[in-house]
Nanobody, 119 residues
Framework: QVQLVESGGGLVQAGGSLRLSCAAS????????MGWYRQAPGKQRELVAT???????NYADSVKGRFTVSRDNAEKTVFLQMNSLKPEDTAVYYC?????????????WGQGTQVTVSS
């Protein structure tokens, strides 16, 4: 069983910053890519940022230059530093991980954490 637990969401004013964390636990052999997605009310879930096990990153155009994704492989944790937040960043943010256990390889999701940016 693999679990992803997010933390760090909250309410912040436009221009402010937040740092999200997502810790993986369970019978994990290896974690490949990890990433963050978000879903705003009435919209589809969209990619925010991903990072491979070797540290190669990828960002949505809407967050480039403002958000930074990083990870601690030893702690099986991925982070999302969000700066210069805008009201349009308001969404539920979900952690995602490509995990190899001894039984199978699968994508897992966290429960989501709310980020609200006020104008």
């Amino acid at each position: 069983q693999v679990q992803l637990v997010e933390s760090g969401g909250g309410l912040v004013q436009a221009g402010g910053s937040l740092r999200l964390s997502c810790a993986a636990s369970g019978s994990i052999f290896r974690i490949n890519a990890m990433g963050w997605y978000r879903q705003a009310p009435g919209k589809q879930r969209e990619l925010v940022a991903t990072i491979t096990s070797s540290g190669v990153t990828n960002y949505a155009d809407s967050v480039k230059g403002r958000f930074t994704v990083s990870r601690d492989n030893a702690e099986k944790t991925v982070f999302l530093q969000m700066n210069s937040l805008k009201p349009e960043d308001t969404a539920v943010y979900y952690c995602n991980a490509d995990v190899q256990t001894i039984f199978r390889r699968a994508f897992y999701w966290g429960q989501g954490t709310q980020v609200t940016v006020s104008s």
